[in-house]
Every structure is written in structure tokens, then in C-alpha cells.
């Protein structure tokens, strides 16, 4: 009788974690428009985001472009001249957030600027497959009054990598539940 019982629970555990994750790798978020906000932040480490968040600014859609978890090598000169940032942009509207290592430290990294520069709406740039863990860690940790518009860089990620982020989001789900 127990037998059967877990049986029937792993079953169904296996059976949520599927459609979870076929609704994980099925509907990646997507990229935002052209809504204002105070500022961009960019989480650092996949292909396109820098260039997005460069882009937003040139717009005029973002005044502040905050660059979160760049390696503590890079200087600004080599950023400006990599991404091809005029040195005027890079003076009034560009910060380096050199204190993150992860999506947890790249969100209190924000809090602490967004505090600083007082920012009352923000666009979050990264990876479609990293947004929802990304906003999730953001909600937790920025003040309730800051709005996050969430604009997605679309990718091909592949079944690897969607299986290692979905397993990351439910632990941070997880976590989140117990604290």
C-alpha cells in the first residue's frame, strides 16, 4: 500500500516538474518595447544584453545605464572602446557594477545603486531563459516602489542550459518560500 502510494507520488511530482518545464522552455519572456525608465540595468555574461542596454539609453528610453557583474579587470576604457561608447555617454550615463558574481548579488548589487541614484523604474536586460529567475531575484530584493520593466535578449538556448536554469529558478522559488 505505501509502494503504491509513493509510486503514485513521484508520478505525480515528475508529471509538475514536466509541464513545468514545458512551459519554462515554451514561453521565454520577450523583449520589451519602448517603455521609459529612470534607468537600464544589464546583468552581465550572455551575448546581445550590453548592446541592448547601450541601445535603450541612445534611445532616450533610459537616462542611466547600470552594467551589473563585470569582472574587476575590465576598465572603463576597455569597456567604452569594446562596445564603442562615446566618451560622453560613458561620463554621464554609464556606471561598471564590479560587485556581483551571481543573479542573488547582481540584484543586491542594483538595490544599493538604485538607492543611490534614486531610481523609481528600471529595465532589467538579460537572457530570455534567465529573466524569470533574474526578475524574481530582483523583486526580492529592490524596494516594492521600483517598477522592473523586464526586456528579454531572445537567444537559442540549448536543452542543457533550459534544464540548469529551470532546476535554478525552482531552488530560488524554493529558497524564497522558506526565508
Not at 572603463?76 to 572602446?81: D, G, I, M, N
Request: net charge positive.
Amino acid at each position: 500500500m505505501i509502494g503504491m502510494q509513493l509510486r503514485r507520488l513521484l508520478a505525480l511530482v515528475v508529471l509538475v516538474w514536466a509541464i513545468g518545464f514545458g512551459w519554462f522552455a515554451m514561453a521565454l519572456p520577450l523583449p520589451a518595447g519602448s517603455e521609459r525608465t529612470d534607468a537600464v540595468v544589464v546583468l552581465t555574461g550572455g551575448e546581445g544584453r550590453i548592446g541592448r542596454g547601450l541601445d535603450v539609453v541612445r534611445k532616450g528610453w533610459s537616462r542611466h545605464l547600470l552594467v551589473s557583474g563585470v569582472d574587476r579587470e575590465v576598465k572603463p576604457r576597455e569597456f567604452a572602446l569594446e562596445y564603442r561608447v562615446e566618451p560622453a555617454l560613458m561620463a554621464c550615463c554609464v556606471t561598471l557594477g564590479f560587485a556581483s558574481v551571481d543573479t542573488r548579488s547582481n540584484a543586491a548589487e542594483t538595490a544599493q545603486w538604485i538607492k543611490g541614484n534614486k531610481v523609481r523604474s528600471v529595465r532589467l536586460i538579460t537572457t530570455d531563459w534567465h529573466m524569470r529567475r533574474a526578475a524574481s531575484e530582483f523583486g526580492t530584493r529592490l524596494p516594492p516602489h521600483v517598477l522592473v520593466v523586464r526586456d528579454a535578449v531572445r537567444s537559442r538556448p540549448s536543452l542543457r542550459i533550459l534544464v540548469l536554469e529551470y532546476h535554478k529558478l525552482l531552488a530560488s522559488w524554493l529558497l524564497g518560500a522558506w526565508q
